[in-house]
């Protein structure tokens, strides 16, 4: 796969604790390991984990 343009988070802390998306908010993958896997969801199924990490925050 050629290089996504991956984007971190402005929030991030520099701990490392955090992912990066890349593309169209399509693929994602760790950013400790960024040479290792990555994930590819599609836009709709990252807006969905998204929403759900979010709702799971205000509980």
């Not at 520099?14 to 169209?24: D, F, Y």
């Not at 950013?31 to 709702?55: E, M, Q, Y």
């Amino acid at each position: 796969m050629k290089n996504p343009g991956w984007r971190k988070s402005s929030s991030s802390q520099s701990a490392g604790q955090c992912v990066e998306v890349g593309g169209g908010l399509d693929t994602v993958r760790d950013s400790k390991n960024p040479a290792g896997p990555f994930l590819v969801v599609g836009t709709p199924g990252l807006r969905a984990l998204l929403a759900l990490v979010k709702s799971a925050r205000t509980e």
